[in-house]
C-alpha cells in the first residue's frame, strides 16, 4: 500500500507560483509513475501531467502550456508540481497518484493509477 498526501496549495493571486508536495508513505515510490491531476467544481477531472518512474516529465500541453513542471525526489519519496504565471482558471483541487512504472502508460487514464491523494486546494485571485 502506498499513501500520498499532498500540500502547498492555497490562496494566490494571479501570477504568483506554488509548488505543491506529493508525500508518500508505505512504499518507495522509485518504481512509480506520478500523476498530477485537478478538478475545479463543476468540471471533470482534468490531467495535468506526469513524471514516470525513469524521471521524464509528460504534460498536458493545452492546460499548462509551459507553465508548471514536474520533478521528483526518490530520497524524499516526494514528487512535485511547480506551478508558475499561476491564472484564475487554475483554481482547483490538485490531485497526485501513484501508478506501477511500465512502457506504453497511458498518463492522463485515471484507472491507471493504483493509489490516489486526498487533494489540496489551489485558489488563484484576479
Known amino acids: 500500500q502506498v499513501q500520498l498526501v499532498e500540500s502547498g496549495g492555497g490562496l494566490v493571486q494571479a501570477g504568483d507560483s506554488l509548488r505543491l508536495s506529493c508525500a508518500a508513505s508505505g512504499r518507495t515510490l522509485s518504481g512509480y509513475s506520478i500523476g498530477w491531476f485537478r478538478q475545479a467544481p463543476g468540471k471533470e477531472r482534468e490531467f495535468v501531467g506526469a513524471?514516470?518512474?525513469?524521471?521524464?516529465?509528460?504534460y498536458n500541453a493545452d492546460s499548462v502550456k509551459g507553465r508548471f513542471t514536474i520533478s521528483r525526489d526518490n530520497a524524499k519519496n516526494t514528487a512535485y508540481l511547480h506551478m508558475n504565471s499561476l491564472k484564475p482558471e487554475d483554481t482547483a483541487v490538485y490531485h497526485c497518484a501513484a501508478g506501477p512504472g511500465r512502457w506504453g502508460m497511458n498518463y492522463k487514464l485515471g484507472t491507471e493509477y493504483s493509489y490516489w491523494g486526498q487533494g489540496t486546494q489551489v485558489t488563484v485571485s484576479s
Open positions: 513524471i514516470d518512474w525513469r524521471g521524464i516529465s509528460i
